[in-house]
């Protein structure tokens, strides 16, 4: 049986934290994963405006954009794509805030907890299929 194929366009400037997401993606076995990179907001929204995302994966600090202001712009060109939060920060008010905008994850990088976001990931797409 094939898998599901998976479009995810990970938002990071960092290559190190997008080499580290990608690894723990690539745990993801009963799915196909195509991950897109962009490392800035402005390419981000270039790419969602020419492809069709399963799943958005966001870094709040980019170079061109940072906090709650990146999830607007995110949200104002895909609204109807789940979007999970990675931050290197630990903030509780700013992770309730991400959700209170609809994200449907918020991951700390800093936690390094592979499964964990496979978890988020696949709780934030299984959100999308219902919600299909």
Known sequence: ?????INILLVEDD???SLLTR???SQITDMQILVHASPSLTKALQSIANNTYDLILLDLY??????????DAIRRKAPNVPVVVLTGLENETISNLALEKGVQGYYSKDGANTQM????????????????
């Open 62 to 71: 980019l170079p061109d954009s940072s906090g709650l202001a990146t999830i």
């Open 117 to 132: 976001l496979v978890k988020v990931i696949k709780s934030a797409l299984s959100h999308k299929i219902a919600g299909s």
């Open 1 to 5: 049986m094939d898998k599901k194929q």
């Open 15 to 17: 290559s190190d934290d």
């Open 23 to 25: 690894e723990s993606l």
